[in-house]
């Protein structure tokens, strides 16, 4: 069985601060996959990134990286140069094969 | 490149009525996804198809509930008769299959379906 855990039901951060989000899962696959999506208020889910369990290296595209550390079963999101546009609703998930799970999400709003 | 396709954005029915979502998945996509997102249960996973094949139905909430996927590019969600409290944003979603041991692929999101029952 996997589970997924996102503890931040919401934050705020300033404008341009870096902000982490955190994700803790649990799984018994050897093999599985992490992802990030972003549901704006306009209510479409966007993939953001993904993660590999043997991948080496955490996973980058453009301002989201993904700190994945796999003893402490985590895979926190971290955005650099937070804009007003990221204020949305981010989710956490971990899959194996085919099936993903989602977390509850944190709703992230940028303040100006 | 077109994404996953859903049919009708908004429906709003009476309780009691038969209600059919539609989804096409992006071609090449061999995996089939159909969700459930409310504010209280959060996004529910209500069934998933491979190479049009049901895999697991295991969180379609009734004999209410019921999916088919005939071909490749198209898929149906089908609730009958409806209830007030089926009324969510239905998401479809697709991807390509990663083998046991192997990539999980990411998933693409329709724009997803609101469903009123009233």
């Known amino acids: 069985a996997q589970k997924i855990t996102q503890t931040q039901p919401g934050m705020f951060v300033q404008e341009k601060e870096a902000v982490t989000l955190d994700c803790t899962y649990d799984?018994?696959?050897?093999?599985?996959?992490l992802f990030w999506y972003k549901q704006p208020s306009s209510g479409e889910m966007i993939f953001l990134i993904y993660?590999?369990?043997?991948?080496?290296q955490n996973a980058t595209e453009g301002r989201y990286s993904l700190n994945f550390q796999k003893a402490r079963k985590s895979a926190n999101l971290v955005i650099s140069a937070s804009q007003l546009g990221d204020s949305a609703m981010y989710f956490c998930a971990i899959g194996s094969a085919s099936k993903i799970i989602f977390g509850s999400g944190t709703r992230l709003s940028i303040r100006p | 490149d077109a994404g996953v396709i859903q049919s009708p954005r908004h429906e709003v029915t009476e309780m009691g009525q038969e209600v059919t979502l539609r989804c096409k998945p992006i071609?090449?996509?061999?995996?089939l996804f159909w969700y459930r997102q409310t504010m209280m249960r959060g996004l529910e996973l209500l069934i998933y198809f491979n190479n049009n094949v049901p895999i697991d139905d295991s969180g379609m909430p009734e004999d209410r509930f019921s999916a088919k996927m005939p071909n490749a590019s198209f898929s149906t969600l089908k609730i009958q008769p409806s209830e007030p409290r089926d009324s969510a944003v239905y998401f479809c979603a697709s991807s390509l299959r990663g083998g046991i041991g192997g990539k999980t692929y990411e998933q693409y999101f329709g724009p997803g379906t609101r469903l009123t029952v009233t």
């Open positions: 993660q590999g369990s043997y991948d080496q």
């Open positions: 799984t018994s696959d050897p093999s599985y996959g």
């Open positions: 071609s090449g996509h061999n995996s």
